[in-house]
């Protein structure tokens, strides 16, 4: 099997060798060479860039991850915040289920006493 493989190369090798001895074919062959040298020089290039651009891609990525987090923490946090005004405001508005509402006495037309026990009388004494 190794035998007719290196047997059919040199075949080919001596085909070559006759065509290359032809002329032209020297010629064409150096242009297709140099051509195909070109080709994988461009090609190099292109995969370097390539390669250079995920690289590019994968940290800017891994930078907007980090500051997505960075945003997800802080939201939280200012829920939290926000939570814990909401429930310090409800302790702080009253007590008891009565809803605060405006006061208007005329002080002259009433005693001081009246007005008094009127004041008292709104305070709410299920708390």
């Known amino acids: 099997m190794m035998n ?3 047997q059919e190369m040199e075949e080919v090798s001596k085909e070559l060798l006759k065509l290359l001895a ?7 062959l150096k242009r297709s ?3 195909q040298e070109k080709m994988f020089d461009k090609l190099l290039d292109t995969q370097l860039t390539a390669a250079q651009l995920v ?3 994968l940290a800017t990525e891994e930078k ?6 960075a945003g997800e923490e802080e939201m939280q ?3 939290q915040k926000v939570l814990a005004m909401e429930e310090a405001l409800q302790r702080a508005i009253h007590h008891g289920p009565a809803i605060a509402q ?3 006495i005329d002080s002259s037309q009433h005693s001081k006493c009246f007005v008094s026990d009127y ?3 709104l305070v709410d004494t299920a708390w």
């Open 102 to 104: 405006p006061i208007n």
């Open 22 to 28: 032809a002329g032209g074919a020297g010629n064409l």
């Open 77 to 79: 946090t200012s829920l």
């Open 55 to 57: 690289k590019d891609l």
């Open 119 to 121: 004041l008292w009388s």
């Open 64 to 69: 907007v991850a980090q500051k997505l987090l």
């Open 4 to 6: 007719e493989q290196m």
């Open 33 to 35: 060479l140099d051509k």
